[in-house]
């Protein structure tokens, strides 16, 4: 069963979710400042890490900025609600997800399971390769290259590419990319995927010259694949 660590200084919150999580079969540990979260994180060999932002010795974004240097377990972030910068911040360096407080525990346990899920179906065993243009997405090892060589990209940013990917030659909306790679549903927040897209192009496109995804006016957003 999948080991969780949970990192938050409210001491009767982090009890509760992690009765919650032990409730559900997972096995728990629990930090109480980001100091020993962080070593506990990277050291500790967790399946994931629900992170809260306001802690003190180290804040949440800054342990997920330093833990993101040797570790890519997934970590779901507890953020206060219209933390915007707080959500956006900790996506951009790397967390797979993120809650708001309060949350509902059901919630909470719903996105637990869909990052666990998502991360199994990452793990090796089956090669799985991805292309389009000349660029290269070894699923199985997370690498992405182009010509030869490697491209840098954050979770997201690999997700994105990943479902765009998939489905090549399709028109992908916003909307159904937001609910597909975000994982549930951004109401009215589209302009995420415009960021994404944006970062995308410019490792990508802007880098390599190539035109790798498409803008389809009014719809969303497609990768042709010219071979098909
Ligand atoms: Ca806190």
Same mark, same amino acid.
């Given at each position: 069963?999948?080991?969780?660590?949970?990192?938050?200084?409210?001491?009767?919150?982090?009890?509760?979710?992690?009765?919650?999580?032990?409730?559900?079969?997972?096995?728990?540990?629990?930090?109480?400042?980001?100091?020993?979260?962080?070593?506990?994180?990277?050291?500790? =060999?967790? !399946?994931?890490?629900?992170? /809260?932002?306001?802690?003190?010795?180290?804040?949440?974004? *800054?342990? $997920?900025? @330093?833990? #993101?240097?040797?570790?890519?377990?997934?970590?779901?972030?507890?953020?206060?609600?219209?933390?915007?910068?707080?959500?956006?911040? =900790?996506? !951009?360096?790397?967390?797979? /997800?993120?809650?708001?407080?309060?949350?509902?525990?059901? *919630?909470? $346990?719903? @996105?637990? #399971?869909?990052?666990?899920?998502?991360?199994?179906?990452?793990?090796?065993?089956?090669?799985?390769?991805?292309?389009?243009?000349?660029?290269?997405?070894?699923?199985?090892?997370?690498?992405?290259?182009?010509?030869?060589?490697?491209?840098?990209?954050?979770?997201?940013?690999?997700?994105?590419?990943?479902?765009?990917?998939?489905?090549?030659?399709?028109?992908?909306?916003?909307?159904?990319?937001?609910?597909?790679?975000?994982?549930?549903?951004?109401?009215?927040?589209?302009?995420?995927?415009?960021?994404?897209?944006?970062?995308?192009?410019?490792?990508?496109?802007?880098?390599?010259?190539?035109?790798?995804?498409?803008?389809?006016?009014?719809?969303?957003?497609?990768?042709?694949?010219?071979?098909?």
């Amino acid at each position: 069963m999948a080991r969780i660590l949970v990192i938050e200084d409210e001491e009767k919150i982090a009890r509760f979710i992690e009765l919650e999580l032990q409730h559900e079969g997972y096995e728990t540990g629990k930090a109480h400042d980001g100091r020993t979260g962080l070593d506990m994180a990277e050291s500790d =060999g967790y !399946d994931l890490v629900l992170l /809260d932002i306001m802690l003190p010795q180290l804040n949440g974004l *800054e342990v $997920l900025r @330093r833990l #993101r240097k040797t570790s890519d377990v997934p970590v779901i972030m507890l953020t206060a609600r219209d933390a915007v910068m707080d959500k956006v911040s =900790g996506l !951009d360096m790397g967390a797979d /997800d993120y809650v708001t407080k309060p949350f509902a525990i059901e *919630e909470l $346990l719903a @996105r637990v #399971r869909v990052t666990l899920r998502k991360r199994r179906e990452k793990t090796p065993g089956d090669v799985h390769v991805l292309s389009a243009a000349g660029v290269v997405m070894n699923v199985s090892s997370h690498a992405v290259t182009c010509r030869g060589e490697e491209i840098a990209l954050t979770n997201k940013e690999f997700s994105l590419l990943e479902m765009l990917l998939s489905n090549k030659n399709i028109v992908l909306s916003r909307d159904t990319l937001l609910a597909r790679v975000w994982s549930y549903d951004y109401i009215g927040e589209t302009n995420v995927v415009d960021v994404y897209v944006r970062y995308l192009r410019q490792k990508i496109d802007d880098r390599f010259g190539i035109k790798l995804i498409h803008t389809v006016r009014g719809v969303g957003y497609m990768i042709k694949d010219e071979t098909q």
